[in-house]
């Protein structure tokens, strides 16, 4: 049973890859956004790093989709994303198979000094992407930032997204994955 904040969570979640806003998902929606990354960090599509990371967004599109295209339209609409998003975390091997992946593939393009790491400067770069508004994103990263260091490990971040799509727990910190859920 989905409680409702974890409904609002996988609102807010829908919102941000529905880009064209016309009420479903598809894969190119999925690229336009690694796309956006990658521009936000100033890598091409076409480099190395670009290629990379279209790739990797391919494959997360077809493990979410695999989950929550009921209907294998190429297209996940509100309910199917629900439910899938459900189905495909709510399991053994959700964090493994589609959060680890996800989470280095954001931090592959967002982290520009090569520590693994992001710092403040890289997560804004990367929520503007996302179209987190600018008040959020200062909060969001103090809420994620567990160790208190300043910068946003891979554990982290997976961590966080982990909570994002699971929790119902009001106080967790992944609710803040994407910025404040009240607004």
Not at 151 to 167: M, N, Q, V
């Amino acid at each position: 049973m989905v409680s409702a904040l974890q409904k609002r969570k996988l609102d807010l979640a829908f919102a941000h890859l529905d880009i064209d806003g016309n009420g479903q998902i598809e894969c190119d929606e999925i690229l336009a956004l690694a796309s956006r990354l990658l521009l936000s960090f100033r890598h091409t599509p076409a480099s190395a790093k670009g290629r990379a990371a279209l790739e990797r967004h391919e494959r997360l599109w077809d493990e979410i989709a695999r989950h929550a295209d009921a209907d294998a339209d190429g297209a996940i609409t509100y309910h199917e994303f629900h439910h899938g998003m459900t189905a495909a975390f709510i399991r053994p091997t959700g964090r493994a198979v589609m959060l680890r992946p996800a989470v280095q593939a954001l931090i592959d393009i967002c982290d520009t000094d090569g520590d693994g790491l992001l710092d403040l400067t890289e997560f804004a770069t990367m929520h503007r992407a996302f179209g987190t508004s600018r008040s959020d994103v200062r909060v969001a990263f103090a809420a994620l930032d567990a160790d208190g260091d300043g910068r946003l490990s891979a554990d982290e971040l997976t961590d966080a997204a982990w909570e994002f799509y699971t929790s119902p727990d009001p106080r967790a910190r992944g609710n803040w994955f994407f910025g404040e859920l009240t607004r």
